[in-house]
């Protein structure tokens, strides 16, 4: 039995995530992400995949954002008619995260035809609301912990990644005639003692090992998270305007909420309104209420009758909500998606708000390069919406404490727990700097020899005769 992999993300960045494994007859694919960030990365999604999509058996998903599941549709619009495995909460999240994209995807192409400002006499989205409809009947759900079969020579086990809620570290069985190899993928590493989600799962064995590397190259450490971010709003408010959150809908909302409220009820920042204006992060908010197994909060941490219930939050979902947003003026906290404001309804509040000198555009998580968010955040003077170049006045700040990836230090002591080298070792998810980082400590700290940094489209063999 041969076993080999394709490398189909983008090499030296933390976007689209795809891994295909072509053990003997079965082809298998972990992770299924549309490319963000760069043009160039982003062009790649309107390409054909470089193998035949309708020969791919299956799909093995570590999570549910969108640089690890958003492919989906268009991979199935492509002919792939397998089955999706995923973890409960993960299939929960896609229900909500892929029909949403799916609805930008049109209304942004609707908006640029009438607009004109598309290349395109035409413009077409790159998937519509069929496509990811028809993904959500592929779903099969598992628990962590528990092996599944997806071919007569491949288990599967999900082990906890406390990235997001459902995420989850790949382990892949391959049981050969002669022995058994095991190959490893992290997915996305979570941050260790978080307040919602349970630290990564351990791993001991790997024969083959692919570790993201987001923060490989820097510690995310801050003493105390929460004092932080009360003297940012603090501060904020003070300015006399209202504070603009970009946020990721799934996961850093519903840590911010958490936090937001403790602080509230400590009266370490004033009872002012926390407006969430986005229908994905209230349906996702009511996900943990009914995913009590994927995460460690407690109902009776909040004033309200469920989690994230409490008198200052205020879900917005209807447009009109949205919009009246733009007439309060101080004293509010607003959260909106996208987290790197490459779509969504933080649009149109960036519209309204950057060329207001008292508010605070706070950012609260990675922005990726080539992102609206990371080129506000270098300082650029204007930033193009809706075609309009729009001059950032506000004052924008950022705290980089709320992350949901593992920084350097936690990376290592995930690594560290494994007791053999892995045969091969591929450092993946993670811009240049951040990979090389990375894949320096293991070879010198740790003498571990085939330490790879991958590169877009390079295949490996990773067994052969098992």
């Known amino acids: 039995m041969n076993v080999r992999d394709k490398y189909l993300e983008a090499a030296h960045t933390v976007t689209g995530s795809k891994f295909l494994f072509k053990i003997d007859g079965f082809s298998q694919l972990v992770d299924c992400g549309l490319f963000q960030g760069l043009k160039e990365n982003r062009l790649r999604n309107w390409e054909e995949l470089p193998y035949d999509v309708a020969r791919i058996d299956a799909v093995v998903l570590t999570h549910a954002h969108i640089d690890h599941s958003g492919y989906l549709p268009r991979l199935v619009r492509n002919g792939f008619a397998g089955p999706i495995y995923c973890t409960e909460a993960t299939e929960g999240l896609l229900h909500i995260m892929l029909l949403d994209a799916a609805k930008l995807q049109e209304e942004e192409a609707e ?21 990811a409809k028809k993904v959500l009947t592929l779903l099969q759900s598992k628990i962590y912990n528990q092996p599944f079969t997806i071919d007569d020579h491949i288990e599967i086990l999900f082990k906890d990644a406390g990235h997001i809620l459902g995420s989850a570290i790949v382990q892949i069985l391959i049981k050969g005639e002669n022995q ?76 911010l909420l958490y936090y937001l409220q403790k602080l509230q009820s400590e009266e370490k920042i004033p009872s002012i309104p926390i407006y969430v204006d986005s229908p994905m992060a209230i349906s996702t908010t009511d996900l943990y209420q009914a995913y009590p197994d994927y995460h460690t909060l407690k109902a009776t941490e909040f004033k309200g009758p469920g989690i994230f219930d409490y008198p200052t939050i205020q879900y917005y979902r209807t447009q009109e909500s949205s919009i009246n947003l733009n007439e309060v003026s101080n004293n509010a906290i607003i959260i909106s998606a996208s987290g790197m404001c490459t779509g969504g309804r933080i649009l149109h509040h960036l519209y309204h708000r950057l060329g207001r000198k008292n508010d605070t555009l706070l950012f609260v998580g990675y922005q990726a390069l080539g992102t609206r968010g990371r080129r506000i955040l270098d300082g650029e003077p204007t930033s193009r919406i809706f075609g309009i170049e729009v001059k950032v006045k506000c004052v924008v700040d950022v705290i980089n404490g709320l992350s949901a990836h593992a920084d350097q230090k936690e990376l290592h002591h995930w690594i560290g727990q494994l007791q053999e080298t892995p045969k091969m070792t591929f450092i993946v998810h993670g811009e240049t700097s951040s990979s090389l980082a990375l894949a320096h400590h293991l070879r010198i700290n740790k003498q571990w020899d085939n330490v790879y940094l991958p590169h877009y489209l390079e295949s490996f063999e990773l067994f052969r005769g098992i």
């Open 111 to 131: 908006f640029a035809k009438k607009k004109g400002y598309s290349r395109h006499r035409s413009p077409k989205p790159l998937f519509t609301t069929k496509d």
């Open 180 to 255: 058994q190899k095991k190959i490893v993928l992290s997915g996305d590493l979570g941050r260790y003692d978080q307040p919602m989600l349970r630290s990564p799962a351990k791993v001991t064995e790997a024969d083959i090992l692919f570790v993201e590397s987001t923060y490989g190259d820097r510690e995310n450490t801050v003493r105390d998270i929460e004092e932080l971010l009360a003297t940012k709003i603090n501060t904020g408010l003070q300015r006399g305007g209202c504070i603009l959150i970009p946020s990721f809908a799934v996961g850093r909302t519903q840590v």
